[in-house]
C-alpha cells in the first residue's frame, strides 16, 4: 500500500507536490507566517523519493530550519512517504553547492559549514523588489531610471542616481530593488546598503580604533554603494570630507552609487558644496506621495500579502482619508488587522473608520534632527553652521542644547546619533544638554516659553 502511494506521488510534478506540502503547512501556522516563510520557497525537481526547492537567502535557511524544521520534515514525510528526502537549494549559491537534508531521521544540516558565504553583509533586504513595488505618476521616473541600472549597474548615464521624497514614499524600497536586482543579475559584484547615520557611527568608530584607511579601502572596493538618506551628512565636515573622496573614486571607477534625501541635492544647505556638485552629475528623480489610484494598488497589494481580502469600498475609504505617504498606509492595515483579533470582530465599515480615525489622530509626519535643528536657528536666530561648531557663546550653547532635547524628546533617534548630529559630540553631552533645558524649564520662565514656543512651532508645521 505504501509502494503504491510512493509510485502516485512520484508521477507528479514538483510543483504539485509542493502544492500539496504548502496545503498541509498551512493548516499548522498563522497567515503571515506562511505568506513570509512558505510561500517564496520554489519547487525545482523532483527525483525519486526527492523532491528539490529553492529558498532566497541564506539567512531565509538559517530561520526555516531553526523554527519549522520538524514541521517541514513532517509534512514531506506524509506526502511522499517514509523514506522521502528534501534538498534545499539557496538562490544565492550554485547548485554544487547545496545543501542535502535526509527527511527520516529529521536533523541539523551538517554541511552548513561549508556552504560559501559572504565576506561581508550587503544588508540588502530580499522582500524588497521591484514585483512588489507599485509604480505610480509619482515615482515613474525613478522607477524606470532604478530598472535600468538594475540591467546595468555603472553603465547608464544615472550615476549617480539621486531619489528624494518625503518620508515614507518607498525610497528605501525601491533602492534595495535595484540591489537586488543586481544581485541576481550579477552575482559576483560587491553591493552595500546603509544608511548614512551608519556610515558616521562607522567611520567614528575607525578613527577611535586608527582603522580609517582600512574603513575607506572597504567602500571604495564596492561595485556598487548605496547610501540611504544622504542629508544626515549635513554638520559632518569629516565624513563628508571622506565621502568625497569615496565618491570620486567609485564613480572614476564606472561603479555605481545611488543615494537618496528627503530634499533635492540644491537644498541640502550645510552640505559641502563639492558634493552636492557632485550629486547633480547624474539624475535626479524625485518620488511623490502616490495619487488616490496608487494608494488603492498599495493597499489591496499589502492586504494580499496579509492574506486579507476587502470589499473596493473599504479600500477607497481608507485610501482617501490616508493621503501622505505609504507606510501610514501599511500601518492602517496592520493596525485593522491588530483591532479585528483583538476584539474577534469582522472587518466591516465601522471598524475600518474607527482604525482610520486612530491612525488620522495619533498621526504625526516623521520630525527630523536637522528639522529641529533649523526650527530652533531660525527662533533664536542662530546660524546653523555655529551651533555645530565649539564655540561656547551663551547663546549658541543654549540653541544647541535645546535642539538636543527637542531632538531627543521628538524623535526616536539614539543619543549617540543626536550627538553626531551636533559636530560629533558624544552622548554624554546630550546628556548634560536635556538636563540642563529640562532644569531650565522648571526654574527659568524665558526658557520655558522659548521651548515651549519652538515646540509648538515644530508640532504645528508637521501635522
Request: hydrophobic share 40%; with cysteine; charged share 25%.
Amino acid at each position: 500500500m505504501a509502494e503504491t502511494q510512493f509510485s502516485n506521488k512520484i508521477a507528479l510534478s514538483s510543483d504539485e507536490i509542493w502544492r500539496e506540502c504548502l496545503v498541509n503547512i498551512k493548516r499548522n501556522v498563522s497567515q503571515m507566517t506562511y505568506n513570509t516563510w512558505f510561500l517564496p520557497i520554489k519547487p525545482i525537481n523532483v527525483n525519486n523519493s526527492t523532491i528539490k526547492v529553492l529558498l532566497p537567502s541564506q539567512f531565509f535557511w538559517e530561520w526555516i530550519d531553526e523554527h519549522y524544521n520538524s514541521l517541514i520534515h513532517s509534512t514531506i514525510k506524509s506526502v511522499i512517504g517514509p523514506d522521502a528526502n528534501l534538498t534545499y537549494v539557496i538562490a544565492e549559491e550554485t547548485e554544487e553547492e547545496q545543501i542535502h537534508t535526509p527527511i527520516q531521521p529529521p536533523k541539523k544540516i551538517e554541511s552548513v559549514e561549508q556552504i560559501k558565504r559572504p565576506e561581508f553583509e550587503t544588508f540588502i533586504n530580499s522582500r524588497y523588489t521591484f514585483d512588489n513595488f507599485i509604480m505610480g505618476e509619482g515615482n515613474q521616473l525613478a522607477r524606470a531610471a532604478a530598472g535600468a541600472i538594475g540591467d546595468n549597474p555603472g553603465g547608464t548615464s544615472f550615476n549617480p542616481l539621486f531619489i528624494y521624497g518625503g518620508v515614507g514614499l518607498g525610497k528605501t524600497h525601491l533602492v534595495q530593488a535595484i540591489g537586488n536586482k543586481i544581485i541576481q543579475n550579477f552575482p559576483s559584484k560587491r553591493i552595500i546598503y546603509l544608511s548614512s547615520d551608519i556610515f558616521t557611527v562607522e567611520f567614528v568608530e575607525a578613527i577611535q580604533s586608527n582603522k580609517v584607511n582600512e574603513f575607506s579601502s572597504f567602500y571604495k572596493s564596492m561595485d556598487v554603494l548605496i547610501l540611504d538618506d544622504i542629508q544626515f551628512l549635513i554638520g559632518k565636515e569629516k565624513t563628508q570630507d571622506l565621502f568625497f573622496h569615496i565618491f570620486n573614486t567609485l564613480h572614476q571607477s564606472g561603479k555605481q552609487i545611488i543615494l537618496t534625501s528627503d530634499k533635492p541635492p540644491k537644498d541640502l544647505k550645510g552640505l559641502n558644496e563639492r558634493l552636492i556638485s557632485r550629486f547633480q552629475w547624474g539624475l535626479s528623480a524625485d518620488i511623490q506621495p502616490p495619487d488616490f489610484e496608487t494608494r488603492i494598488a498599495i493597499l489591496k497589494r499589502k492586504a494580499d500579502d496579509f492574506g486579507l481580502s476587502l470589499p473596493n469600498e473599504l479600500y477607497e475609504y481608507i485610501a482617501s482619508h490616508i493621503v501622505s505617504n505609504i507606510r501610514e498606509l501599511e500601518g492602517c492595515l496592520i493596525k485593522l488587522l491588530a483591532n479585528a483579533s483583538l476584539s474577534s470582530r469582522v472587518i466591516d465599515f465601522n471598524l475600518v473608520k474607527t482604525t482610520v480615525k486612530e491612525i488620522a489622530t495619533s498621526r504625526q509626519v516623521n520630525v527630523t534632527i536637522e528639522y529641529i535643528t533649523s526650527t530652533v536657528c531660525t527662533f533664536l536666530d542662530i546660524g546653523e553652521d555655529k551651533i555645530r561648531d565649539k564655540t561656547r557663546k551663551k547663546e549658541v550653547v543654549l540653541a544647541r542644547q535645546i535642539a538636543m532635547f527637542l531632538s531627543k524628546e521628538l524623535t526616536r533617534s539614539s543619543l549617540k546619533t543626536i550627538g553626531l548630529h551636533f559636530g560629533g559630540r558624544d552622548h554624554s553631552t546630550v546628556i548634560h544638554a536635556c538636563v540642563s533645558v529640562d532644569r531650565g524649564i522648571n526654574t527659568d520662565n524665558l526658557i520655558k516659553d522659548i521651548v515651549n514656543k519652538i515646540k509648538e512651532k515644530i508640532e504645528l508645521e508637521s501635522n
